[in-house]
């Protein structure tokens, strides 16, 4: 029997006039779709035809809430109290949540977004408040977190079932954290490269990092990112190289 594993993008990142990815094509290819809330991207609109592209494309669902940051696309730090982030976090859930149901489908999964996801990675405390969060809206719904992360830890301990995910076209820290975006080599560019870096960590059973570090993980699910230029080419290099590794391509449901 194939080993199971998921193909994730972060998509419905489009704003009003401004238009970000192909989410058509990429619905195509991905088995799960991570759709802006708002908060860092998207709007109402976008926000429901990706929902309804995504139920079309027979992908599994799940929201993608972030800092109130637009301007800076979510990536950009910033110190909220606890309480205020567990309802920013429920009512960007719960928006998606309303639409998707006007759609006739469901949000399955969660994943934080951005400079949220990367700070929740490291901060037990900020994780287990995103965690908390999550589980008082719905119990039932999957948490989408970095492996090896603190938010993974959190959402076990919240009682949320937790699938962790590796980064296509993302370079790692020697403790496991991404490279700053800031920092040279951050970025994986090209479809062969991100497959490369993938299949090398699947193979080794490790996040490998940039200098080379071997961490254990058994990696689940992979993330490659809606909006970078090359991401359609990129997610069918991956699912076309993952399959004729063996591998069997399903939704997140189907994992956790």
Sequence with gaps: MSERINLNADLGESF????????????EVVK????????????????????ATAKRCGVSLGAHPGFPDL?????????????ELEAMLIYQIGA???LARAEGTTVTHVKPHGALNNMACADAKLAATVARAIHRLDPDLILLAPALSQLAVA?????????????????????????????PGAMIHGAEA?????LDMLGAGALISINGKRLPVKAQSICVHGDDADAVATARALREGLQRAGYELVAIPELA
Excluded: K
């Excluded at 860092?40 to 929902?51: C, E, K, N, S, Y």
């Excluded at 301007?71 to 309480?83: E, K, L, Y």
């Excluded at 820290?173 to 700053?180: E, I, K, M, Y």
């Excluded at 991100?194 to 993938?198: P, Q």
């Design 194 to 198: 991100c497959l490369r870096h993938v």
């Design 71 to 83: 301007q800076g696309f979510g990536r950009r730090r910033m110190d909220v109290p606890a309480t």
């Design 155 to 183: 959402g076990r301990e919240a009682g949320l079932r937790v699938v962790e995910e590796i980064f296509a076209d993302r370079a790692y820290l020697d403790d496991g954290n991404l490279v700053p975006r800031s920092q």
């Design 96 to 98: 998606l949540a309303a």
């Design 32 to 51: 799960s779709a991570n759709v802006a809330c708002g908060f860092h991207a998207g709007d109402p609109l976008v926000m429901r035809q990706t929902v």
């Design 16 to 27: 009003g006039a401004w238009r970000m990815g192909d989410d058509a094509a990429m619905l």
